[in-house]
Nanobody, 124 residues
């Protein structure tokens, strides 16, 4: 039983930064992987970034490499997505997800728990 709650979304201008938070509650395990996905209207859900909770390994979609950083605060059971140099094409609802075991981190179907999403809008 894991619950995920995203926060930190909002409206920003192109080139600015935003940090999203994903607070996890309930029982979690060190083997869990945490991921961020996003979905724009009329488009498929897209992988953004992921990390394995007990490790320092991180993974990013090509579209966000060099701009976004996924990190975590173990004491707070919280995962963050620092988004820098935001572009209008980053506009989407961003979802936090957790996977019991790492399979293919970029595939949404591999995740077991999902948050409700937080809207990020980047104006041009």
């Amino acid at each position: 039983q894991v619950q995920l709650v995203e926060s930190g979304g909002g409206l920003v201008q192109a080139g600015e930064s935003l940090r999203l938070s994903c607070a996890a509650s309930g029982r979690t395990f060190s083997t869990y992987a945490m991921g961020w996905f996003r979905q724009a209207p009329g488009k498929e859900r897209q992988f953004v970034a992921a990390t394995i909770w007990s490790r320092s390994s991180t993974y990013y979609a090509d579209s966000v490499k060099g701009r976004f950083i996924i990190s975590r605060d173990n004491a707070k059971n919280t995962v963050y997505l620092q988004m820098n140099s935001l572009k209008p094409e980053d506009t989407a609802v961003y979802y936090c997800a957790a996977a019991k075991t790492p399979l293919v981190l970029s595939k949404a179907q591999g995740y077991d728990y999902w948050g409700q999403g937080t809207q990020v809008t980047v104006s041009s």
